[in-house]
């Protein structure tokens, strides 16, 4: 998209842009290497990976997007003392625009571990360069012409999905209706796609995937990598929502080779927050998405190594040349090896038991509100079921879009567990009714598209003509994976830590060298910030477990696991 068009490159132009002057580059060429490119030379594909960071010394660079398919548009011109990068050249990821010399071009390329060194050595430069990189990204995630390409009917549940999963992920994308789009047909002509084999994703890298999941989806545009099994790291972590983010900027941050793991994307539940208000230090609020997408970014500043999406499926251990360490068996029959283990696995949403639910979820159910949900059922009635904080959160956010909202309450009343600040501005929308003591009671319609969602409470029993409904009920920890790995689990599945289990530090497991944090830990409290104080907190044991030689006794079940 033009820089007409884009509302991030009007707004912030000059920090989206940043010119570099003498002594800034300077400062950075003891990072990079100089190189040199010919006139009208494709100095980076969309879909392939950058050299890294290009520091513009002399000659002009056009930054194109839309490439891949349809009409190219030049997003910004670049000349002496301009970089040309975003967000992928941090963690060296593929490229998401073309990059082509107009002129004979010299210029500084800073390898990916270079940037990082960059930005922590330089943080007045490398504050500029990282606020310039997630504008960028921004700028392309409005844009919506760069990216994979899905093509598929909107209101289809794969192609919600796939959307879904991208947009949680922060990845451009753009999505073409299969029945309208004129582009859509010209691309299931051209790759003569049979419309049941529909949705299909046109990678930036030109390779097709057919209804894919959405590791596969993630390793065709780079997001996922194969992983190193020679590699030791000093800490794995599993999971990537509040807490597990927390502990991979402190752990990386203090010089722990860091890994880490999530089997959707990063965020957690906290992610599907539409606003959160009581985090310390936003008075204004900010969407659950922004603060972990900031989180996020900050890991890889420091150069943790993300591997999202990736199911770490078992927890066992060796002993080798190095010593005895843990290790992970992930999708794909891969395995991570590291000193230490953090999991922060959280919990995983809870579904109504009703016997048809399931061929509901992806296109009527739903378990988060983002914009998706809120183009999909705009000027709509709507159920939402729950009556904690993110239910309430979500209900607020639908109301803005939505004809009316039916909060339906098991309790009595909001109060007992909701903050108050919610409760009010629950109360305060006038399209909110909130129905206390109410459960659904059946779920109706036709190709998995909900049509009427009936519900009773004391006094009566109602149906209305409902077809998108919320569930907000809690969650229950994510360990199954931990099945016979010797972990102590409490009755409902959290892991046991601390004085508890005998254990001298507050969030040690039974196993030495292995920690739980977070939503999955028992006896944890509930919050974001209580899950970003654990991350910070775990690290300081992870000193003193490794300080000590990081010694692991290996448990039979895990000997056997291995």
Not at 375 to 393: K, M, P, T, W
Not at 455 to 461: A, G, H, M, S
Request: charged share 20%; net charge negative; glycine share 12%.
């Amino acid at each position: 998209m033009s820089q007409s068009a884009n509302p991030i490159s009007i707004a912030r132009r000059d920090q989206m842009f940043p010119a570099l002057a003498e002594p800034d580059l300077d400062r950075m060429g003891r990072f990079g290497e100089a190189v040199s490119y010919a006139a009208g030379e494709q100095i980076v594909k969309a879909g392939e990976l950058a050299p890294g960071l290009i520091v513009v010394l002399s000659g002009k660079v056009d930054i194109i997007q839309g490439g891949s398919f349809g009409r190219r548009e030049t997003i910004v011109t670049h000349g002496a003392g301009n970089f040309v990068g975003e967000l992928a050249q941090l963690s060296a990821r593929p490229s998401l625009v073309d990059v082509e010399a107009v002129e004979p071009v010299e210029a500084l390329v800073i390898a990916s571990q270079r940037l990082r060194d960059l930005m922590v050595q330089e943080a007045n430069l490398g504050e500029r360069i990282m606020r310039a990189l997630i504008l960028r990204r921004v700028g392309l995630l409005e844009s919506g012409t760069a990216g994979p390409i899905i093509v598929g009917p909107v209101d289809s549940g794969d192609v919600l999905r796939l959307q879904g999963f991208l947009a949680r992920s922060g990845q451009p994308h753009r999505v073409l209706d299969s029945a309208t789009d004129p582009c859509a047909k010209t691309l299931i002509e051209r790759f003569h796609v049979d419309i049941h084999h529909l949705p299909i994703v046109l990678c930036p890298n030109g390779k097709l995937l057919l209804n894919p999941g959405e590791n596969e989806l993630a390793r065709c545009i780079g997001l996922v990598r194969p992983i190193d099994a020679d590699k030791l790291y000093d800490v794995a972590i599993v999971g990537a929502g509040p807490a597990g983010l927390a502990a991979a900027v402190y752990a990386a941050s203090e010089g722990l080779s860091t890994i880490v793991l999530d089997c959707r994307a990063f965020g957690g539940q906290a992610g599907a927050s539409s606003r959160i208000e009581n985090y310390l230090g936003f008075p204004t609020g900010i969407s659950g998405m922004a603060l972990m997408a900031r989180a996020y970014n900050q890991a890889q500043k420091f150069g943790v190594e993300m591997v999202i999406p990736d199911e770490a499926k078992r927890l066992g251990s060796t002993s080798d040349t190095s010593g005895a360490h843990y290790t992970l068996t992930v999708g794909g029959g891969e395995t991570v090896q590291a000193r230490s283990v953090v999991i922060a696995s959280g919990a995983r949403y809870r579904r109504l038991d009703m016997a048809n639910l399931a061929q509901f979820e992806g296109t009527s159910v739903h378990y988060w509100a983002s914009p998706i949900e809120a183009r999909l059922c705009a000027g709509q009635e709507v159920a939402l079921v729950g009556a904690g904080n993110s239910a309430g959160q979500a209900a607020v956010y639908l109301a803005a879009h939505v004809k009316k909202v039916w909060l339906l309450a098991r309790g009595s009343s909001l109060d007992a567990s909701m903050s108050r600040y919610l409760v009010e501005r629950v109360r305060a929308q006038p399209n909110i009714e909130v129905l206390a003591e109410t459960q659904i009671t059946a779920l109706e319609g036709d190709d998995g598209n909900l049509g009427n969602v009936r519900w009773r409470n004391p006094d009566t029993e109602t149906a209305r003509p409902i077809h998108h409904l919320f569930l907000f009920i809690g969650a229950d920890p994510n360990t199954d994976w931990l099945a016979q790995c010797g972990l102590a689990l409490d009755a409902k599945g959290f892991v046991r830590t601390g004085p508890d289990i005998g254990q001298a530090g507050a969030l040690e497991t039974n196993r030495s060298g292995v920690f739980a944090i977070g939503d999955v830990r028992a006896g944890s409290i509930k919050r974001v910030a209580a899950a970003v104080g654990e991350g910070a907190q775990v690290v300081a044991a992870l000193h003193a477990y490794l300080a000590q030689g990081g010694s692991l006794a290996v448990a039979p079940q895990l000997a056997r696991s291995a």
